[in-house]
């Protein structure tokens, strides 16, 4: 990338589809006595800031959105996934699942989950960053500034502003 580039980006990460993976994993511990991953694993927000941050990019701004989608079933949510092609990308992911399995997730997940209309949500969260290559005509950050005023003084405001002389508004009366 060249220098002053900016590099933008969006991904599903964090808690998505937290209520599908718990149904699976319930549902395969009970009817196959063990489970295995069937959602790809998705980043953190912390490693995605480290991974910019390694690859040095700077000005990095990381913003995150949870959307809520309503399925009437875990099979159109299953079908929409694959469709999206974020079906499960693990190599080492069984292939299979059982029918049964399935059934009982849908079951697990409306029990745990679902909405008063019946509907089940699915959580999407999306985490956008911009990320900017260094170059030296980039704006630098202000350096920190000091202030005389202590946040734990906040009550005594009035008191400290009519002393310092910067403020002018009437004193209150007791």
Do not use: C
Not at 27 to 33: F, I, N, S, T, V
Not at 38 to 59: A, R, Y
Not at 100 to 127: C, H, K, R, W
């Amino acid at each position: 990338m060249k220098p002053d580039g900016v590099f933008i980006g969006a991904m599903f990460g964090g808690e998505t589809l937290v209520e599908l993976r718990v149904a699976l994993q319930l549902a395969e511990l009970e009817r196959e006595g063990g489970f295995s991953p069937h959602i790809s694993p998705f980043v953190e927000v912390q490693d995605l800031g480290s991974l910019l941050n390694k690859n040095n990019f700077t000005m990095i701004t990381i913003d995150t959105d949870d959307l809520k989608v309503k399925y009437p079933t875990i099979f159109q949510l299953m079908r929409d996934l694959k469709g999206m092609a974020e079906n499960n990308a693990s190599h080492n992911r069984k292939v299979h699942l059982h029918r049964e399995s399935m059934i009982a997730a849908n079951a697990i997940y409306a029990d745990l989950y679902a909405n008063e209309d019946g509907s089940l949500p699915a959580t999407f969260q999306v985490y956008y960053w911009i990320g900017w290559k260094p170059d030296p005509s980039q704006p630098r950050a202000l350096k920190p500034q000091k202030s005389d005023v202590s946040l734990k003084d906040l009550d005594k405001f009035e008191d400290i502003a009519h002393t310092m002389g910067k403020v002018d508004m009437p004193k209150n009366e007791k």
